[in-house]
Nanobody, 114 residues
Framework: QVQLVESGGGLVQAGGSLRLSCAAS????????MGWYRQAPGKQRELVAE???????DYADSVKGRFTISRDNAKNTVSLQMNSLKAEDTAVYFC????????WGQGTQVTVSS
């Protein structure tokens, strides 16, 4: 079991930046992959970015070059640096962890005003 708590969401103007953080309740060293998903109103939840235990990363095409995911095994955290934000990035962002099971955080709202 692992509990995930997100922080760092908020309201920002288009072109601005936000940094999301996800704190895990236990060591993430052995967690296969951790990442961020988002869900906008009326849309399906989608992968934003993911980082594996080996450090490999994957990004949605829509955020490549603007978002950066990082993983700190010593602090049991995963962060998402979001730059050059656009109105279409507005969504609830969820932290996600995969072991043999899937775990989700409660979500944090990101609103980008145009």
């Amino acid at each position: 079991q692992v509990q995930l708590v997100e922080s760092g969401g908020g309201l920002v103007q288009a072109g601005g930046s936000l940094r999301l953080s996800c704190a895990a309740s236990r060591s993430i060293f052995s967690i296969n992959a951790m990442g961020w998903y988002r869900q906008a109103p009326g849309k399906q939840r989608e992968l934003v970015a993911e980082v594996t235990s080996g450090g490999s990363t994957d990004y949605a095409d829509s955020v490549k070059g603007r978002f950066t995911i990082s993983r700190d095994n010593a602090k049991n955290t995963v962060s998402l640096q979001m730059n050059s934000l656009k109105a279409e990035d507005t969504a609830v962002y969820f932290c996600h962890a995969v072991t043999t099971l899937h775990f989700w955080g409660q979500g944090t709202q990101v609103t980008v005003s145009s």
